[in-house]
């Protein structure tokens, strides 16, 4: 008989080394990419700003802007999440992912 892994619920943390992981069809793994990378071009902007000494509330409006973008790419991943990993563990019974989901909205709120 052939070994074959159970999947692993994603509110359960990975047993012994094992990491979980979630494989993202071409559009979101796109759209993602596309934020952080514009996410990083933001930073540069900033610490150039500091290095050729830009007045203080310019980079302060900058540092605004890049939360606001961070935030953007949170609710975005947050969405694709509870749309699959979420929705599929419920349909497999697995409700305690509920309660992962409640911990990871905590924390993004903090």
């Not at 979630?22 to 290095?51: C, F, P, T, W």
């Amino acid at each position: 008989m052939e070994d074959q892994k159970k999947p692993i619920p994603a509110s359960q943390e990975p047993e012994s080394g094992e990491c979980r992981h979630k494989h993202r069809d071409a559009a979101e793994y796109d759209s993602l990419l596309r934020r952080l990378n514009r996410i990083e071009g933001q930073v540069r902007g900033v610490r150039g700003m500091v290095e050729k000494e830009a007045y203080c509330t310019d980079i302060l409006t900058q540092v605004s802007a890049i939360q606001s973008a961070l935030n953007a790419f949170s609710r975005e991943l947050l969405s694709n999440h509870i749309h699959t990993c979420v929705v599929a563990d419920i349909q497999n019974g697995h409700l305690e992912v509920v309660d992962d989901l409640l911990a990871t909205i905590r924390r993004l709120m903090k």
